[in-house]
């Protein structure tokens, strides 16, 4: 309870001084000269603050207060960081900022304390949470970058990087297509590769001993080494990126695949031995989908490495099109907001294709205890 005082004691102190403190120019104590609704809107975020840094009692449709000021507050920070020049903010602008962040440190934390995990408004911890956490990051990036007047070839602002994606979609779309199509390839042939290999080493348990030393060993191979050789192999499409994918996938396909397969227990291994089953029987009866979870740890893992794999190999020889040939050649040209806007779309991709995979993994794997227990 303490933390919570002193956390809204300090949103009040801090929107209260931003109020009454100049965003820009020589002005000290003057309220509602140039920005009066920003002002009021600082004013009305200290007060709610104070208020519940007193104890007072708050009826039920407060709760939501708090949010829709600090997000009025936000948006009057963008507003006044673009209605002036970055070299004439002042104190008041950052503590504004400042302000802006507590709020919403604030909000995440009623979220917490509010939200059951378990009950059925828990989508709203699962989501708002993350969702709040990563405005907020943007919100600083993009206020800051505007108070420090930070140049766009150092770090663009967001909405700066926005714009370049907007205009620039089908240049993007183009480039994401060409990647993509050395991503899935190298993805299904690595990670199928992989469980078809630990099957075997589960099957044959001598070539454990070989096989999984080799598959480390080319899992330690840097990757801007094998780029160029693959390139020199398979030519400058698609193909030397797919091949690239495999050898990054590979082995923690393996490597999961061979705990996952020894997963299963002893007495659930001699169940199937008095039934009379076969090692075919045993293996897709019980110990496949004993080794579902560290399965799909492995398909997870390679959803972000197949991407980063693709996209470095790109560096080193490509058509004039995919993420990687495009972020090599704006860094050249200086164009920093479209590198950026190049990472934006591959980080919502790999994204996405994680998310893909975890939703999977929950309808596939309902039964497994981590599942129960979350829902008990």
């Not at 589960?202 to 060993?217: K, M």
């Not at 560290?294 to 893992?301: M, R, S, V």
Request: net charge neutral.
């Amino acid at each position: 309870m303490k933390i919570r005082i002193t956390l809204r004691t300090f949103i009040a102190v801090t929107a209260f001084m931003a109020a009454i403190g100049p965003y820009s120019g020589p002005e000290i104590l003057s309220l509602f000269d140039e920005e009066p609704w920003s002002r009021l809107i600082f004013f009305l975020l200290g007060y709610i603050a104070m208020k519940d840094a007193r104890g007072e009692e708050q009826p039920a449709s407060a709760v939501w207060n708090m949010p829709a000021i600090t997000a009025m507050a936000a948006f009057e920070v963008v507003m006044l960081g673009y209605g002036r020049a970055a070299v004439n903010a002042e104190w008041g602008y950052f503590l504004a900022i400042a302000a802006v962040w507590l709020g919403a440190w604030q909000v995440i934390d009623t979220i917490i304390e509010k939200i059951s995990p378990k009950g059925r408004h828990a989508w709203v911890l699962n989501i708002g949470v993350p969702l709040i956490f990563g405005l907020t990051l943007l919100l600083l990036w993009e206020t800051l970058t505007i108070g420090f007047a930070v140049p766009k070839v150092i770090l663009p602002a967001p909405s700066a990087i926005l714009l370049r994606l907007v205009t620039s979609i089908p240049i993007l779309a183009a480039d994401f297509v060409q990647t993509v199509q050395g991503i899935g390839a190298g993805y299904v042939i690595g990670c199928g590769a992989g469980i078809l290999v630990a099957v075997l080493i589960d099957r044959v348990p001598f070539l454990q001993r070989g096989l999984l030393p080799l598959g480390n060993l080319v899992s330690a191979l840097p990757i801007v080494g094998v780029a160029p050789i693959m390139v020199m192999w398979f030519g400058f499409d698609w193909q030397s990126k797919a091949a690239v994918v495999v050898i990054m996938t590979f082995f923690p396909m393996l490597v999961n695949t061979v705990a996952g397969l020894a997963a299963a227990g002893h007495m659930e291994r001699d169940l199937m031995k008095t039934y009379g089953a076969d090692y075919r029987q045993t293996l897709l009866n019980l110990r496949l989908p004993a080794a579902l979870p560290f399965i799909f740890n492995g398909l997870k893992i390679n959803s972000t490495l197949a991407l980063i794999g693709a996209i470095v190999a790109e560096f080193f020889g490509t058509p004039i099109v995919g993420m990687g040939f495009r972020i090599n050649t704006e860094v050249g040209r200086m164009n920093i907001d479209m590198v950026w806007a190049t990472i934006v779309v591959a980080a919502l991709a790999g994204s996405a294709f994680y998310g893909l995979l975890a939703l999977l993994e929950r309808r596939v794997t309902f039964w497994h205890a981590s599942y129960r227990q979350g829902a008990a």
